[in-house]
């Protein structure tokens, strides 16, 4: 394929964000990402969005994305979906040959929903799974029957929170670094054990713009554009009763197909680093096995400490493993910065879904 | 270049007020029909992608994933697009783009919309649809702002009441023909004009009703379309835009984004002159009006004489040189929001390949196009569809299609079937940064606040600290401005914002203010007072009435209303003012909250669930294409995508040999505060049966349990949901 990254920008990761209201936040980013990617917005036929209603507090969310990208009038539609969704969309869209240049969108206003997990219980089924409890619930199960079924310990599922809050210290735009051991996190205040609080992400606010465009498109604008060499999303049952709660079907279907476009075959030996969806510890183990990569050591994952060290952004989530990744293959992630030519990045939109995208990239086109 | 995209089928289920199935189950019913229209299995199918509109209808946050299976889409790339209410249209074009791009050989594409769990009415779920802070206090909803743009378009070009009746009952009549029809009736144009006023212009009769239903089409490529028996009708070209969420700032009289929507679709499908060279038209028409309004757009017309012509001719009825809406449109079929969309494109397909049966054109067809809607007043998209000189199916069973042929099973009443009510707790705070802080400091003075753009000359209301539409261009200059201004639209309302009726004999008048002072168009909407209703007049002058000075807390419901200025002169100062400092006390938030409750059916599937547990049972499905029995209860088999009946097919499962497949110890509630005691939940499976239960279990001081321990099923007393699923200890 011939699609490629050529910019990003961001605003926010924090906590809170008081003094910026969503339209604010997201000019911030996209007037960073088209610098980023040296185009002005003349040039950008169009533009995709990746949000949800609810968490933006609107009914229709996808009218206020326009607006503050410079986009009124163009093309722009949204994808309830992960960022890498949106991403995928994007992709596909000026695969058909018919748009050189799109952005895509994301944000996170996590700070401004009062009440979050009566939202996430509010994704459930109304007829079977929606009750009146926590809905980390579903986590919680996942966690008892992945640790039954793939022979990880909790001790390896707490030591991923342990590595990924501490790579989180030296990440300029992540507010969760911290050091824990191990103990800290399996003894952590229980939500639906044997989940701890310590083992998933917390919410910050935050906006991310990515600007992607043809091959052409990236060399003659960008500074340093990275280049997608295959990407796939996939999903697994939402009859939650009928799926397996051990694995993640819908990361392996994306996987497959973005290897398969990518030319992988091996992929521990082929790809340098891996940007991973830790939204729950345990996932993070459980798409690395999605992924082909059982037991393959000496991984690089999540070296900026994903979601569990940068916060959880909502839709925009995968969006910051993108902007890591690009961080990484440009050789501009300071203290996180590892050896990366080629990378994986892979979203999962939490719980209760099993829906994933992954991309494979690399810092220079390569000719297959 | 891209591949050429054909449809080879389509499915749908009934328009429905109100569906006894659940959503997943209205999708699996389309889907289903579409493969056996295209003759196709569910595993030729290489993508799904869904359309459907607000989560606020069906009542599921995330409502593309909990339509997951029910689509086709489980285990596969699956994707949801959204549009609002343009999103019926939007689906095809994100069909198109799965197999233009080469990505894809095949796309099912399927749109579903349940409006009817929304409680008191679906209307309700459009409060929120508004900019919380400058809009959402006023209890707008969408029928307020149809109402307002329905004036301007009549006052613009020149309609009256009684001809936007005759498009109603001429759009209803054609439905009279589509089996999936919801209200097609032959009524006359004084039908309509008798109807109850809900917010003038608008009646009852000149609004598509809300509905239940979805529709599924296969898009696939060339290649394959080739192989298969049925003749394909191509997409021709495609376009989508977005307008401006400042709806204010523009007139509403005509849709320029739906134009250059169609002006894509068109240059991509080599349309020169669309009144010359397109032979029928799908315009979205959820209102009467709206399909005048949107067939000027696709006419590329501003003048509107085009259409002004061919209406005043009677060329727009089905036998006429330019027949509008043929299918029924949302008017006559029903306005299930991104089904209706789907539901057009569908009639694109059925015209262009000769099975349209009692509704096919009576003369040679070469090219349609369909448009959808949405947003605020915001959104168009549109395609262009040809027939590529295939010869017309003469044998289809779309041509005979009786409404009984059709899926879906309508009720009356929600009551009527096993159903669960809940209501989400949804509540904010919202940042509203440096550009609103200062518009809401402004409003508690009692000034209205506007920043001006130097970029393109205007001074925009409500004030912003970038330029939308000059490249983001910072603004940084701000003033108060008048507080008087011209009436540019404006509509008497007999309804609340959740479509109940006000009080008898009271009215809200809501208007469109372009303020004094900045660019015309531009302004705000408001309410108008002290007026009588029947002498308020597009063009009229008002000003502010605020309330004092005590009472004003930084907030639009500051000012009172807009009333009649009458002879007095305004004051048209414009001073600059210094913008509030940016510190933790004047970047305050405003709260709010999505207000809305549900009451579900418990589909056919949960139907036969619910009514087992009463009395303690479980019954599975057997499944012969698995040969499985499934539970929960199903009417769909989500991997061979065969029907199933819950009923005929039900096999009797002990509900006493469940064991514990997995389960977690849960401590807090559904708001995230802890329990006073932890509950367990578990997930039961059975002997040889395929899925699980997941239910709660109930356990004494001393029971011990572990994966695998055996538990039955606890027959509940009363049952109003998932937490009446109890099991225990063995």
Same mark, same amino acid.
């Given at each position: 394929?011939?699609?490629?990254? &050529?910019?990003?920008?961001?605003?926010?990761?924090?906590?809170?964000?008081?003094?910026?209201?969503?339209?604010?936040?997201?000019?911030?980013?996209?007037?960073?990402?088209?610098?980023?990617?040296?185009?002005?917005?003349?040039?950008?036929?169009?533009?995709?969005?990746?949000?949800?209603?609810?968490?933006?507090?609107?009914?229709?969310?996808?009218?206020?994305?326009?607006?503050?990208?410079?986009?009124?009038?163009?093309?722009?539609?949204?994808?309830?979906?992960?960022?890498? @969704?949106?991403?995928?969309?994007?992709?596909?869209?000026?695969?058909?040959?018919?748009?050189?240049?799109?952005?895509?969108?994301?944000?996170?206003?996590?700070?401004?929903?009062?009440?979050?997990?009566?939202?996430?219980?509010?994704?459930?089924?109304?007829?079977?799974?929606?009750?009146? !409890?926590?809905? @980390?619930?579903?986590?919680?199960?996942?966690?008892?029957?992945?640790?039954?079924?793939?022979?990880?310990?909790?001790?390896?599922?707490?030591?991923?929170?342990?590595?990924?809050?501490?790579?989180?210290?030296?990440?300029?735009?992540?507010?969760?670094?911290?050091?824990?051991?191990?103990?800290?996190?399996?003894?952590?205040?229980?939500?639906?054990?044997?989940?701890?609080?310590?083992?998933?992400?917390?919410?910050?606010?935050?906006?991310?713009?990515?600007?992607?465009?043809?091959?052409?498109?990236?060399?003659?604008?960008?500074?340093?554009?990275?280049?997608?060499?295959?990407?796939?999303?996939?999903?697994?049952?939402?009859?939650?009763?009928?799926?397996?709660?051990?694995?993640?079907?819908?990361?392996?279907?994306?996987?497959?197909?973005?290897?398969?476009?990518?030319?992988?075959?091996?992929?521990?030996?082929?790809?340098?680093?891996?940007?991973?969806?830790?939204?729950?510890? @345990?996932?993070?183990?459980? @798409?690395?096995?999605? !992924?082909?990569?059982?037991?393959?050591?000496?991984?690089?994952?999540?070296?900026?400490?994903?979601?569990?060290?940068?916060?959880? !952004?909502?839709?925009?989530?995968?969006?910051?493993?993108?902007?890591?990744? !690009?961080?990484?293959?440009?050789?501009?992630?300071?203290?996180?910065?590892?050896?990366?030519?080629?990378?994986?990045?892979?979203?999962?939109?939490?719980?209760?879904?099993?829906?994933?995208?992954?991309?494979? &990239?690399?810092?220079?086109?390569?000719?297959? | 270049?891209?591949?050429?995209?054909?449809?080879?089928?389509?499915?749908?289920?009934?328009?429905?007020?109100?569906?006894?199935?659940?959503?997943?189950?209205?999708?699996?019913?389309?889907?289903?029909?579409?493969?056996?229209?295209?003759?196709?299995?569910?595993?030729?199918?290489?993508?799904?992608?869904?359309?459907?509109?607000?989560?606020?209808?069906?009542?599921?946050?995330?409502?593309?994933? /909990?339509?997951?299976?029910?689509?086709?889409?489980?285990?596969?790339?699956?994707?949801?697009?959204?549009?609002?209410?343009?999103?019926?249209?939007?689906?095809?074009?994100?069909?198109?783009?799965?197999?233009?791009?080469?990505?894809?050989?095949?796309?099912?594409?399927?749109?579903?919309?349940?409006?009817?769990?929304?409680?008191? /009415?679906?209307?309700?779920?459009?409060?929120?649809?508004?900019?919380?802070?400058?809009?959402?206090?006023? %209890?707008?909803?969408?029928?307020?702002?149809?109402?307002?743009?329905?004036?301007?378009?009549?006052?613009?070009?020149?309609?009256?009441?009684? +001809?936007?009746?005759?498009?109603?009952?001429?759009?209803?009549?054609?439905?009279?023909?589509?089996?999936?029809?919801?209200?097609?009736?032959?009524?006359?144009?004084?039908?309509?004009?008798?109807?109850?006023?809900?917010?003038?212009?608008?009646?009852?009769?000149?609004?598509?009703?809300?509905?239940?239903?979805?529709?599924?089409?296969?898009?696939?490529? %060339?290649?394959?379309?080739?192989?298969?028996?049925?003749?394909?009708?191509?997409?021709?070209?495609?376009?989508?835009?977005?307008?401006?969420?400042?709806?204010?700032?523009?007139?509403?009289?005509?849709?320029?984004?739906?134009?250059?929507?169609?002006?894509?679709?068109?240059?991509?499908?080599?349309?020169?002159?669309?009144?010359?060279?397109?032979?029928?038209? %799908?315009?979205?028409?959820?209102?009467?009006?709206?399909?005048?309004?949107?067939?000027?757009?696709?006419?590329?017309?501003?003048?509107?004489?085009?259409?002004?012509?061919?209406?005043?001719?009677?060329?727009?009825?089905?036998?006429?040189?330019?027949?509008?809406?043929?299918?029924?449109?949302?008017?006559?079929?029903?306005?299930?929001?991104?089904?209706?969309?789907?539901?057009?494109?569908?009639?694109?397909?059925?015209?262009?390949?000769?099975?349209?049966?009692?509704?096919?054109?009576?003369?040679?067809?070469?090219?349609?196009?369909?448009?959808?809607?949405?947003?605020?007043?915001?959104?168009?998209?549109?395609?262009?569809?040809?027939?590529?000189?295939? =010869?017309?199916?003469?044998? =289809?069973?779309?041509?005979?299609?009786?409404?009984?042929?059709?899926?879906?099973?309508?009720?009356?009443?929600?009551?009527?079937?096993?159903?669960?009510?809940?209501?989400?707790?949804?509540?904010?705070?919202?940042?509203?940064?440096?550009?609103?802080?200062?518009?809401? +400091?402004?409003?508690?003075?009692?000034?209205?606040?506007? =920043?001006?753009? $130097?970029?393109?000359?205007?001074?925009?209301?409500?004030?912003?600290?970038?330029?939308?539409?000059?490249?983001?261009?910072?603004?940084?200059?701000?003033?108060?401005?008048?507080?008087?201004?011209?009436?540019?639209?404006?509509?008497?309302?007999?309804?609340?914002?959740?479509?109940?009726?006000?009080?008898?004999?009271?009215?809200?008048?809501?208007?469109?203010?372009?303020?004094?002072?900045?660019?015309?168009?531009?302004?705000?909407?408001?309410?108008?007072?002290?007026?009588?209703?029947?002498?308020?007049?597009?063009?009229?002058?008002?000003?502010?009435?605020?309330?004092?000075? =005590?009472?004003?807390?930084?907030?639009?419901?500051? #000012?009172?209303?807009?009333?009649?200025?009458?002879?007095?002169?305004?004051?048209?100062?414009?001073?600059?003012?210094?913008?509030?400092?940016?510190?933790?006390?004047?970047?305050?938030?405003?709260?709010?909250?999505?207000?809305? $409750?549900?009451?579900?059916?418990?589909?056919?599937?949960?139907?036969?669930?619910?009514?087992?547990?009463?009395?303690?049972? #479980?019954?599975?499905?057997?499944?012969?294409?698995?040969?499985?029995?499934?539970?929960?209860?199903?009417?769909?088999? %989500?991997?061979?995508?065969?029907?199933?009946?819950?009923?005929?097919?039900?096999?009797?499962?002990?509900?006493?040999?469940?064991?514990?497949?997995?389960?977690?110890?849960?401590?807090?509630?559904?708001?995230?505060?802890?329990?006073?005691?932890?509950?367990?939940?578990?997930?039961?499976?059975?002997?040889?049966?395929?899925?699980?239960?997941?239910?709660?279990?109930?356990?004494?001081?001393?029971?011990?349990?572990?994966?695998? $321990?055996?538990?039955?099923?606890?027959?509940?007393?009363?049952?109003?949901?998932?937490?009446?699923?109890?099991?225990?200890?063995?």
């Amino acid at each position: 394929m011939g699609v490629a990254l &050529l910019g990003m920008g961001i605003c926010g990761f924090t906590p809170t964000s008081t003094s910026l209201s969503y339209r604010e936040m997201i000019a911030k980013a996209a007037k960073m990402a088209y610098r980023d990617a040296g185009v002005t917005i003349d040039l950008i036929d169009g533009a995709v969005s990746a949000e949800e209603d609810f968490p933006s507090g609107y009914s229709i969310a996808d009218e206020y994305v326009p607006d503050q990208l410079g986009m009124v009038r163009k093309p722009v539609y949204t994808i309830p979906g992960d960022f890498m @969704h949106a991403v995928a969309s994007a992709a596909m869209q000026i695969e058909t040959g018919r748009y050189d240049i799109l952005v895509v969108e994301s944000y996170s206003k996590a700070s401004n929903m009062l009440t979050k997990d009566e939202m996430i219980r509010f994704a459930y089924d109304p007829i079977y799974n929606r009750f009146g !409890l926590s809905p @980390h619930w579903l986590a919680g199960l996942e966690l008892n029957s992945f640790l039954s079924e793939s022979g990880f310990t909790i001790d390896d599922v707490a030591e991923v929170v342990v590595k990924n809050r501490a790579a989180a210290i030296a990440d300029t735009k992540s507010p969760y670094g911290d050091t824990f051991s191990i103990e800290d996190i399996i003894n952590a205040r229980p939500v639906a054990q044997p989940l701890t609080e310590l083992m998933f992400a917390q919410h910050a606010d935050g906006a991310i713009i990515a600007v992607l465009g043809t091959d052409e498109a990236a060399r003659k604008y960008a500074r340093k554009p990275a280049y997608f060499a295959g990407i796939g999303w996939g999903s697994g049952n939402s009859i939650l009763e009928r799926r397996d709660h051990s694995l993640s079907a819908g990361t392996a279907i994306a996987a497959e197909r973005a290897y398969e476009e990518s030319g992988i075959k091996a992929p521990q030996e082929e790809i340098d680093a891996y940007f991973v969806s830790d939204a729950y510890a @345990h996932r993070q183990l459980m @798409h690395l096995e999605a !992924l082909g990569l059982n037991g393959s050591p000496g991984l690089v994952v999540n070296p900026n400490g994903g979601a569990l060290g940068g916060g959880d !952004l909502f839709e925009a989530t995968g969006g910051a493993r993108l902007y890591e990744a !690009l961080s990484q293959l440009r050789g501009e992630a300071g203290a996180c910065q590892v050896e990366a030519e080629r990378v994986l990045v892979h979203a999962w939109r939490g719980v209760p879904t099993d829906s994933c995208a992954v991309a494979i &990239l690399d810092s220079e086109r390569r000719i297959s | 270049m891209s591949n050429r995209v054909a449809v080879i089928g389509v499915g749908m289920t009934k328009f429905m007020r109100r569906a006894k199935e659940a959503p997943g189950e209205l999708a699996a019913q389309a889907v289903r029909m579409a493969l056996e229209d295209a003759g196709l299995s569910i595993d030729d199918i290489d993508a799904v992608t869904l359309g459907t509109a607000p989560d606020a209808f069906d009542g599921v946050h995330m409502k593309g994933e /909990h339509l997951i299976a029910g689509a086709g889409g489980a285990n596969k790339p699956y994707m949801r697009h959204f549009i609002g209410g343009a999103t019926g249209v939007m689906s095809p074009i994100h069909g198109w783009m799965h197999v233009a791009s080469g990505k894809y050989n095949s796309c099912m594409v399927v749109a579903e919309e349940k409006m009817s769990p929304c409680t008191p /009415h679906p209307a309700g779920a459009f409060i929120t649809i508004f900019d919380r802070v400058t809009e959402q206090p006023l %209890e707008l909803t969408l029928i307020h702002i149809f109402a307002l743009e329905m004036a301007r378009f009549m006052h613009v070009y020149g309609y009256s009441e009684r +001809d936007l009746a005759e498009i109603s009952a001429m759009i209803k009549r054609n439905a009279l023909n589509h089996p999936a029809a919801q209200i097609a009736v032959d009524i006359t144009a004084d039908d309509v004009l008798n109807s109850p006023v809900l917010s003038s212009p608008v009646k009852r009769l000149d609004i598509s009703p809300t509905s239940d239903a979805a529709v599924a089409i296969i898009m696939v490529n %060339e290649r394959i379309a080739r192989t298969l028996k049925k003749a394909p009708v191509f997409i021709e070209g495609v376009g989508f835009r977005l307008e401006t969420a400042y709806w204010c700032a523009r007139d509403l009289c005509y849709p320029d984004y739906v134009a250059m929507a169609a002006r894509d679709a068109y240059k991509m499908a080599g349309v020169v002159d669309p009144a010359r060279d397109i032979d029928f038209f %799908e315009p979205y028409d959820p209102f009467d009006y709206k399909a005048l309004h949107h067939l000027n757009a696709l006419l590329l017309d501003k003048s509107g004489r085009t259409v002004k012509d061919l209406f005043e001719s009677g060329n727009l009825h089905r036998d006429g040189s330019h027949p509008l809406c043929p299918s029924g449109g949302a008017l006559g079929v029903g306005n299930p929001i991104a089904a209706t969309g789907l539901m057009k494109i569908a009639e694109l397909y059925f015209q262009l390949s000769g099975q349209a049966g009692k509704r096919q054109l009576q003369r040679r067809l070469r090219r349609g196009v369909a448009q959808a809607w949405g947003d605020l007043m915001q959104a168009g998209t549109v395609v262009v569809m040809g027939s590529d000189g295939a =010869s017309p199916v003469t044998k =289809s069973r779309w041509n005979d299609m009786k409404p009984e042929d059709l899926p879906g099973t309508p009720i009356k009443s929600v009551d009527d079937v096993p159903n669960i009510s809940d209501a989400p707790d949804l509540r904010y705070a919202w940042d509203n940064g440096f550009a609103i802080s200062t518009y809401l +400091d402004g409003l508690k003075k009692g000034k209205i606040r506007g =920043s001006f753009d $130097s970029r393109t000359n205007r001074m925009m209301v409500p004030a912003r600290p970038f330029s939308e539409i000059a490249d983001l261009a910072p603004v940084t200059n701000y003033f108060n401005i008048p507080d008087t201004g011209v009436v540019k639209t404006f509509t008497i309302s007999h309804v609340n914002w959740d479509s109940s009726p006000l009080p008898k004999g009271k009215v809200n008048i809501f208007a469109v203010i372009a303020l004094d002072g900045i660019v015309e168009d531009m302004g705000l909407v408001h309410k108008l007072g002290d007026i009588d209703p029947k002498k308020v007049k597009i063009g009229m002058r008002v000003k502010a009435v605020w309330k004092s000075e =005590s009472k004003r807390t930084g907030d639009i419901l500051d #000012i009172k209303y807009f009333a009649p200025l009458g002879r007095k002169k305004a004051k048209l100062n414009i001073e600059q003012i210094k913008p509030v400092e940016v510190d933790v006390l004047s970047m305050s938030q405003k709260l709010g909250k999505i207000p809305l $409750s549900y009451r579900y059916t418990a589909g056919v599937g949960g139907s036969k669930f619910y009514t087992d547990l009463a009395n303690g049972e #479980i019954n599975g499905t057997y499944c012969a294409e698995r040969d499985e029995v499934m539970i929960p209860p199903a009417m769909f088999d %989500e991997e061979s995508f065969t029907m199933l009946d819950p009923e005929k097919d039900a096999r009797t499962i002990n509900p006493g040999s469940g064991y514990i497949r997995s389960f977690t110890v849960v401590c807090e509630d559904r708001q995230g505060d802890l329990l006073d005691k932890k509950k367990v939940l578990v997930q039961v499976e059975f002997p040889d049966v395929a899925g699980s239960i997941f239910g709660l279990l109930q356990l004494k001081d001393d029971d011990v349990f572990e994966e695998g $321990s055996a538990v039955k099923l606890v027959k509940p007393k009363k049952i109003d949901g998932p937490d009446k699923v109890v099991f225990k200890l063995k």
